[in-house]
């Protein structure tokens, strides 16, 4: 019964800032891992970071494409996980999923349970 709703996608300009949310039901999220996962036209699909849960080590993991520049976070007690993104860039266009799962594990997560409707994020000028 677990299912993901997420938020915040949009257009930005270069350099711009987008907070992406993904809203949990059905789990204690405190207990999940998060992921974000994005896909671009033409591209593979590519995680972009990882959040563990209580008990899951405080792994924080970022794609080396992102680091310094997205920040992963999460409010359990509202069932939500954040993608915060800053200095956006063009190539940052793509479709962003959140996922869900690696129950008391740590990140990276082999396998998701489920996985949010996408977002789109638009990078231009």
């Known amino acids: 019964q677990l299912q993901l709703v997420q938020s915040g996608g949009g257009l930005v300009q270069p350099g711009g800032s987008l907070k992406l949310s993904c809203r949990a039901s059905?789990?204690?999220?405190?207990?999940?891992?998060i992921g974000w996962f994005r896909q671009a036209p033409g591209k593979e699909r590519e995680e972009v970071s990882c959040?563990?849960?209580?008990?899951?080590?405080?792994?924080?993991k970022y794609a080396d494409s992102v680091k310094g520049r997205f920040t992963v976070s999460r409010d359990d007690a509202k069932n939500t996980g954040y993608l915060q993104m800053n200095s956006l860039k063009p190539e940052d266009t793509a479709v962003y999923y959140c996922?869900?799962?690696?129950?008391?594990?740590?990140?990276?997560?082999?396998?998701?349970?489920?996985w949010g409707q996408g977002t789109q994020v638009t990078v231009s000028s």
């Open positions: 996922a869900v799962g690696g129950f008391l594990e740590s990140c990276p997560v082999w396998d998701y349970d489920s």
């Open positions: 059905g789990v204690t999220l405190e207990y999940y891992a």
């Open positions: 959040i563990s849960g209580t008990d899951g080590g405080g792994n924080i």
